[in-house]
């Protein structure tokens, strides 16, 4: 009995972790996706009128002579990857569930990819380069999203486990790198030194926790 007991306790240990770390996966993607919607620059004297959440920071810059000109690019268009990164997250973590709830969870996604364009009556622009990046990343996530309601349990879980280590390495990354790139254009523009904001470390740690819990789980899923 007491033999038969500890087999059952080894079998349950190995679900008992994957179940943590998909936990703390889900947990990451929506920080790091609602970090979004906090404040990205905050202004050293506390104005309220120059704090910007991060979902304003690629409108903001689009109105300046720096990205007319070209000399801001991909910089501004990273900026609008965190909602996309949670969609393509949401759209890989829950690709195994039952249908009904692969599907609900399938709809948050698609929300979270479209919110990066602009308003519809702007669409039929999205092929211009003011809204080319933003419907490039939409399109992306809707596709993923389709592919996790329609064939996601036909697929093995290390394909939907990559990528979501993917979609949460670009999210820490790279609207870290785009917004580290363009705080001295931000300091110019402001007039004086900015500091970052919380939501900026809630997106990069969130989508960190993320990268790491699929990671772990993918290592231990080859081990076994």
């Known amino acids: 009995m007491i033999s038969a007991h500890r087999g059952r306790q080894d079998e349950g240990a190995p679900r008992q972790r994957t179940k943590m770390t998909r936990s703390i996966a889900w947990i990451g ?10 404040p990205w620059v905050l202004h050293p004297k506390g104005a309220a009128a120059l704090v910007l959440l991060g979902l304003d920071l690629g409108e ?5 002579t720096l990205w007319r000109n070209g000399t801001i690019g991909v910089e501004r268009d990273v ?7 949670a969609s393509l997250l949401m759209s890989a973590l829950a690709a195994h569930w039952p249908a009904r709830a692969r599907t609900a969870a399938g709809c948050i996604a698609g929300v979270l990819a479209l919110v990066v364009l602009p308003e ?15 419907g490039l990343l939409a399109g992306v996530g809707l596709a993923m999203f389709l592919l996790s ?8 879980a290390w394909t939907w486990r990559s990528v979501g280590g993917l979609a ?3 999210g820490a990354l790279l609207p870290l790198w785009g917004f580290w790139r363009l705080e001295l254009v931000l300091e110019w523009l402001y007039g004086s030194a900015i500091l970052w904001g919380p939501g ?10 993320a990268l790491i819990a699929l990671t772990a789980e993918q290592i231990r899923a080859r081990r076994s």
């Open 60 to 64: 903001f810059f689009k109105f300046t």
């Open 29 to 38: 993607t929506w920080l790091g996706g609602g970090g979004w919607w906090l």
């Open 200 to 209: 900026l470390w809630v997106t990069t740690l969130g989508f960190t926790g």
């Open 168 to 170: 949460a390495l670009a």
């Open 120 to 134: 519809p009556e702007r669409w039929r622009h999205l092929a211009t380069p003011e809204f080319r990046a933003q």
């Open 79 to 85: 900026l609008y990857v965190p909602p996309v990164a």
């Open 149 to 156: 309601v329609t064939v996601g349990p036909r697929l093995p």
